[in-house]
Nanobody, 126 residues
């Protein structure tokens, strides 16, 4: 599976952005998808995840209520809608994928994911 993240950019606090992650491969609909972010000097941290059925999602406390992840299995794409952005959301955002046979499973740990995209920079100015 190859992942291509896009949609990052420079915005002001309070603005919105939507990240996309396009995946190759015929079995995308059986992959759990995750979003993570990383700033220089810090470990990569969990942001959001969605089961392959789309019926189960989970968010980091820091983004809950502001970010929403969704997926379109027909388009092999997962999205991260980010609203009410804050300067502390500034980071490189990565999408990740891993196979699971269970449609309601999701993962929050980086080491649960086998495939990673290249990252897209999100910068929020105050």
């Amino acid at each position: 599976v190859q992942l291509q993240a896009s949609g990052g950019g420079l915005v002001q606090a309070g603005d919105s952005l939507r990240l996309s992650c396009a995946a190759s491969g015929r079995t995308f609909s059986r992959y759990v998808m995750g979003w993570f972010r990383q700033v220089p000097g810090k470990e990569r941290e969990f942001v959001a995840t969605i089961s392959w059925s789309g019926g189960s999602t989970h968010y980091a406390n820091s983004v809950k209520g502001r970010f929403t992840t969704s997926r379109d299995n027909a388009k092999n794409t997962v999205y991260l809608q980010m609203n009410s952005l804050k300067p502390e959301d500034t980071a490189v955002y990565y999408c990740a994928a891993t196979y699971t046979p269970n449609g309601s499973t999701y993962y929050t740990a980086t080491n649960s994911y086998l495939y990673w995209g290249q990252g897209t920079q999100v910068t929020v100015s105050s």
